[in-house]
């Protein structure tokens, strides 16, 4: 069974820096795309970040600048650099792995279970 766990949030004043971190584990072939998504109180989750195994990088127009994503695939490790935070990026960050690829050749998505950012001015 492949799980994502995540690490690295907590609470902070604007302006400051978080690394997040999310590593799968399990019988894990290959990972396609690895990313963040958030989900701030009464609002839909939505796109933070990804990259692709190839180290394709995209990123929301809100964090462009601000926030970097990182990978590491021998170690099956994204990592989320956030500098220069603001209360508005305040959510429920979430690691997703898309087209992970099992011992069968299988291939599913993961979601980690989340990690609260909370960023005060």
């Known amino acids: 069974q492949v799980q994502l766990v995540e690490s690295g949030g907590g609470l902070l004043q604007a302006g400051g820096s978080l690394r997040l971190s999310c590593q799968a584990s399990?019988?894990?072939?290959?990972?396609?795309?690895m990313g963040w998504y958030r989900q701030a109180p009464g609002k839909q989750r939505e796109l933070v970040t990804t990259?692709?195994?190839?180290?394709?990088?995209n990123y929301a127009d809100s964090v462009k600048g601000r926030f970097t994503i990182s990978r590491d695939n021998a170690k099956n490790t994204v990592y989320l650099q956030m500098n220069s935070l603001k209360p508005e990026d305040t959510a429920v960050y979430y690691c997703?792995?898309?087209?992970?690829?099992?011992?069968?050749?299988?291939?599913?998505?993961?979601w980690g279970q989340g990690t609260q950012v909370t960023v005060f001015s």
């Open positions: 997703n792995a898309e087209g992970v690829q099992n011992y069968y050749g299988l291939k599913r998505d993961y």
């Open positions: 990259i692709t195994s190839g180290h394709t990088t």
């Open positions: 399990g019988i894990i072939f290959s990972i396609d795309t």
